[in-house]
């Protein structure tokens, strides 16, 4: 029953790999979003693509294609998990409240090259082209390791590079410090013998242009680099698959300290990278364990001397912040816990080195040694390590409470600027429905006047305004709410009058004029159920009038007035598609069945011409229809038309002269643009002049000759608050229309 699809977008293709065999994924921009996409470092695609967006994981290999100069950007970094809107007003514009792509991902860059032709990398994806020009933005790993390579051979971007994200890093911080162990070094001469295994991507490095044959499989690599760094089952509990990014890294250290590099994008980096190692010597200290050897005393002071050199680069960077930005009072308490818990980790060190500098006699009693070449006892220094250790858990804990208090901080802000973009939205549709009404009040304010002086009983000006044919406007949605409203548009004047309004918002309605009455009847209001109540439009009095009820409650009907009587076609409940006509006649006030249409339709259009009813396309509970039939009172049954060449759903159909027009409409993928005429006396369809741009539920009525097309839905998303008009002479024009605004769903009749 639904009108609109979202997630139906024809002629897109998946790839659909296994997360297995998922190595990367190409986003798509445009000239006008590709800022956008670096700004917010985020890339996203239409919601269809989430089927494989999903399984982007932080840290896998990410591309971005421009679609219109089809070159490729490299290279990104996945830092998130894909998702569904992770910012749900991105690349929107003002008609589209929500983003158009909202399968997303947030990225860092690894390293910028420059833009590379589609020349170089088709060759890396032939096999993902289904199409001339379309392609498979899913990728392998073997065609990952490929890009990767030849973007490796173009010359980077100076740019300020952000460090990409480690999911080592956080697998690291995440153990127990008891847990952790020491990274296992490989053997040298193992090292030099399988060099090849332990980097897969080594062939890579010398690859200039186009792509190399005989890619190694990277699950075989993934074992055998297993096999030569790891021998004991404890290890391989935290070995990792091998990165794509494994030849990208040295290159791009190369390209950031190189000496052409900027200073200031070298110092930028330099400071933000020495804050990542700050933090991660805070989140890896160990309890000291006294060396049970030589060697691997040697080890822990070397490391202890790095941890200094860390500390005192950061105290550095920190008080040589360029442009004299203060650092919040947050980051001044990180850094001061960071000089404490290094001081800490290097009292320990002091005393373990005194312990083995020491003789055995004085570490140990010679009743209780039990090898002469231990320094002293491995337990009593974990026992007194894990006592220090324990007297400054507590400032551990406040450290992770003011990174917590960050993150609290910072989503709060992330929550109100939603907010805040939505009241942006709000108000700036409040203030274009403003500046109606003020018009609407002077127009109002001429009309009393005029009748002030002149004594009329009638409506002053809007009797001479409404003596000349005039559009009305019943209901709708003009993207902000529900109307329940009654304006006579002049498209002479480019005015729109606002006359007494209906008991109720009314949507998805029809109307019909008859004998100087409008008669609206059915439809709903937004979320509220179906009507089945009518109301009747005085222009007299400028007054509606209650009317008999329809037989049942519907909506997304088709309204037409002939002989006399006013006929309610088709619709639909939610539940059920009708096939039913209903007939009112006023002078026996209520509405009786009539004959029933072949077929149920839902959202379709109708239309009365040389005393014929002509009834077109809609949807019958399973799919949108091309079918058509009319119904002739002569005759008393309805006679099946032939076919219209395009499925229409929630489309208009106006008569000029002795023709019938189908335009736009929804066939059941996405809105058309699509115009038929059907001419009764050769009984035959035939393409006429396509509209501008596709449109759906829009309001459509026949003046002065010409057809008018107003407002109605382009997307799902997407409200119009243009006025299409056809003139046989001249074709399709859109005017410039400043009264109407935006408007959907609504009804519209001549008169």
């Known amino acids: 029953m639904q009108a609109i699809q979202p997630n139906s977008q024809p002629g897109i293709q998946l790839r659909n790999l296994p997360v297995k065999q998922l190595g990367g ?217 091998v990165s794509d990014w494994e030849d990208l890294d040295d290159n791009a250290l190369q390209y950031q300290f190189s000496p052409h590099s900027n200073p200031d994008e070298v110092s930028q980096n330099s400071s933000y990278k020495t804050v990542c190692q700050g933090m991660e010597l805070a989140e890896c200290i160990d309890p000291v364990v006294n060396p049970v050897n030589e060697e691997k005393h040697t080890m822990l002071v070397h490391n202890e001397h790095k941890a200094a050199v860390s500390i005192g680069k950061i105290e550095s960077e920190v008080n040589n912040i360029p442009g004299g930005v203060e650092l919040q009072p947050e980051r001044h308490a990180i850094l001061k816990k960071l000089k404490e818990l290094f001081s800490i980790r290097q009292q320990g060190a002091l005393s373990s080195q005194d312990c083995v500098n020491s003789s055995p006699d004085q570490c140990v009693p010679e009743e209780t040694k039990v090898n002469a070449n231990l320094s002293c006892d491995p337990f009593d220094a974990t026992v007194e390590d894990k006592t220090s250790f324990e007297e400054h858990r507590g400032e551990f804990a406040e450290l992770r409470q003011i990174i917590a208090d960050l993150s609290r901080r910072a989503e709060a802000l992330e929550k109100k600027q939603k907010g805040s973009d939505q009241d942006i939205l709000f108000l700036r549709e409040v203030v274009k429905d403003s500046g109606r009404k003020v018009q609407q009040l002077e127009y109002l304010v001429d009309e009393l006047q005029f009748r002030f002086d002149s004594s009329l009983p009638l409506l002053g000006s809007t009797r001479k305004t409404l003596t000349k044919p005039s559009i009305f406007l019943i209901g709708g949605y003009n993207g902000v709410t529900w109307l329940p409203s009654l304006d006579s548009f002049s498209p002479e004047k480019d005015t729109l009058v606002g006359l007494a309004p209906m008991s109720v918002a009314r949507s998805y309605a029809s109307a019909a004029a008859l004998d100087g009455h409008i008669f609206a009847f059915g439809g709903g209001g937004g979320k509220s159920p179906w009507y089945n109540t009518v109301e009747c439009y005085s222009s007299r009095n400028n007054e509606w009038i209650e009317c008999p009820s329809l037989n049942c409650k519907k909506g997304s009907l088709a309204g037409i007035s002939l002989n006399s009587k006013i006929y309610a076609i088709g619709g639909g409940d939610g539940n059920e598609t009708f096939s039913e006509v209903e007939m009112f006649d006023p002078y026996l006030g209520k509405w009786i069945c009539g004959p029933s249409m072949l077929i149920s339709r839902f959202a379709l259009a109708a239309a009365e011409l040389n005393g014929t009813i002509y009834a077109t396309g809609g949807y019958d509970g399973s799919t949108y229809l091309q079918s058509a039939e009319r119904y002739d009172q002569r005759e008393g049954v309805w006679v099946r038309l032939p076919s219209m060449n395009t499925n229409r759903g929630c489309h208009a159909l106006t008569v000029l002269g002795e023709s019938l ?62 006025v299409e008009v056809y003139n046989a002479s001249s074709g399709w024009s859109v005017l410039g229309f400043s009264s109407l605004g935006k408007r959907t769903f609504a009804s519209a009749v001549a008169m």
């Open 25 to 241: 994924v190409i986003f798509g921009c445009k000239p006008d979003t590709i800022e956008e996409c670096f700004k917010k470092q985020l890339f996203g695609l239409p919601s269809v693509h989430y089927s494989y967006a999903k399984n982007v994981k932080p840290g896998m290999p990410l591309f971005l294609f421009n679609y219109t100069d089809r070159r490729l950007h490299g290279i990104f970094e996945a830092a998130s998990l894909g998702q569904m809107s992770i910012d749900p007003y991105a690349w929107s514009n003002e008609d589209s409240l929500t983003t158009p792509f909202p399968a997303q991902v947030r990225i860092c860059t690894r390293t910028r090259y420059i833009p590379m032709l589609e020349s170089r990398y088709k060759t890396v994806l032939g096999a993902n082209y289904y199409d001339r020009h379309l392609f498979y933005f899913e990728l392998d790993h073997t065609q990952t390791k490929a890009l990767i390579s030849l973007f490796k051979s173009l010359p980077p971007i100076n740019f300020n590079q952000v460090p990409a994200a480690s999911s080592k890093r956080s697998i690291a911080a995440s153990l127990p410090p008891t847990k952790r162990k020491a990274p296992v070094l490989p053997d040298p001469k193992k090292v030099k013998a399988n060099s090849k295994d332990i980097n897969p991507f080594s062939v890579l490095s010398n690859a200039s242009d186009g792509v190399l044959e005989n890619w190694v499989d990277p699950d075989v690599e993934n074992a055998s680099i297993n096999e030569n760094l790891h021998s004991d089952t404890d290890e391989k509990e935290f070995e990792e698959p």
């Open 661 to 722: 027009y189908a335009m736009g409409g929804y066939n059941g993928d996405n809105m058309v643009s699509s115009v038929e005429i059907f001419d009764p006396r050769l009984n035959a369809w035939r393409m006429g002049d396509p509209l501008s741009a596709p449109r759906g539920y829009a309001a459509a009525v026949t003046l002065d000759g010409s057809a008018y097309l107003i407002g109605g839905l382009k997307s799902n998303v997407q409200i119009l608050d243009t």
